[in-house]
């Protein structure tokens, strides 16, 4: 699936509903023109794939965009258990209520441990007005590298870097804040909007989030804190003027983590790509439901498929208000078609 892209249905890449799946040594090319620059990601809709890093960047860049940075850089993040302890097909197991074995009484010490498959939170996050997520990652990535690998993002002196933020996590939310800096937003979900400045920026999983930042010289910590979870991904900045001896210590914990977090009250489209105001064709109140026991989702008391359609003509346009009902936050994420929000 192109992820963010608003492409023709065969081209989507959703199994079993806008193609067959790809079966083992099989192949399927993909044929579609950009319709977007922007920053966006593919990745697979099957099972417990993406869990296993099975994605990737996709970058579209705009001819005609001034630029005005020295360094574009793609910054990934994710959340990790494979082969430590659990697999990911372990624990949705255990979260869908097909494996419950609870007789060893071990299993909270255990990396990837779920707490949903018991019915209560397992990390809780004002921000996001709960429940944090219900799997105890071990792990956390940048550019699928630890903390205690922690890549370096180099920046000559003096100069402005792009950072293109990509959420690939299957169960974490990510605060993310350059150590002694404030970040100038630019691009949400692939399109522009009014630049506003900002010390912390909160990505969701499959959010997306372009910033321009101008080191000063020097190392700074860029540290991606797992909402609710307390732990983190970590990258160093360097500047090309930077002492080789300084280096911030991992598992420091900025000020502006703490600081101006970026809300949607902060974001207005810009110009070119915002939305035009006309009477309404379709409104439509959809509640997010669902328990923890066992761990099942959907719409307004029905999971995919058994949810009725809802049915729109091309060209209409359409308010779609969601209520969530559950104890847990729910991002969303609309196929071959864009949102205003």
């Known amino acids: 699936h192109w992820h963010g892209l608003a492409l023709r249905n065969d081209m989507d890449g959703v199994h079993d509903l806008t193609q067959a799946p790809i079966l083992p040594g099989e192949s399927f090319t993909y044929r579609f023109l950009a319709p977007h620059a922007g920053t966006y990601w593919f990745h697979p809709h099957m099972g417990t794939q993406l869990d296993r890093a099975l994605y990737a960047p996709l970058i579209i860049e705009d001819p005609d965009e001034p630029g005005g940075y020295d360094v574009d850089q793609v910054i990934v993040l994710d959340d990790w258990l494979d082969g430590i302890g659990r697999t990911p097909d372990d624990v949705l197991a255990s979260l869908t209520g097909m494996n419950m074995d609870m007789g060893s009484g071990s ?180 509640k997010i439901t669902g328990s923890m026991m066992p761990y099942s989702w959907g719409f307004d008391g029905a999971a995919f498929p058994q949810r009725a359609p809802i049915e729109i003509q091309e060209g209409q346009r359409v308010r779609l208000t969601f209520e969530n009902t559950t104890t847990m936050w729910h991002p969303i994420h609309l196929h071959g078609m864009w949102l205003h929000m």
Do not use: C
Request: hydrophobic share 40%.
């Open 107 to 286: 299993m909270g010490s255990m990396p990837g441990m779920d707490h949903g498959s018991m019915g209560m939170p397992a990390f809780e996050s004002e921000i996001l007005g709960g429940d944090a997520g219900d799997v105890d990652y071990p792990l956390h990535l940048i550019n699928g590298r630890p903390t205690a690998d922690r890549p370096t993002i180099d920046v000559p002196a003096g100069g402005r870097m792009r950072l293109r933020f990509i959420n690939a996590g299957s169960d974490t939310a990510y605060r993310v804040a350059l150590g002694g800096h404030r970040m100038t937003v630019t691009h949400t979900d692939g399109f522009p909007v009014e630049p506003v400045e900002v010390e912390a920026i909160l990505v969701g999983m499959g959010e997306r989030y372009d910033v321009i930042v101008q080191p000063q010289s020097g190392t700074w910590l860029l540290v991606a804190l797992a909402e609710g979870k307390d732990l983190t991904a970590e990258a160093t900045v360097r500047t090309s003027d930077a002492v080789a001896t300084q280096a911030p210590p991992a598992g420091e914990h900025p000020a502006e983590l703490d600081g101006r977090l970026l809300t949607l009250a902060d974001l207005r489209a810009t110009e070119s790509v915002r939305l035009g105001t006309r009477p309404l064709d379709v409104d439509e109140l959809i």
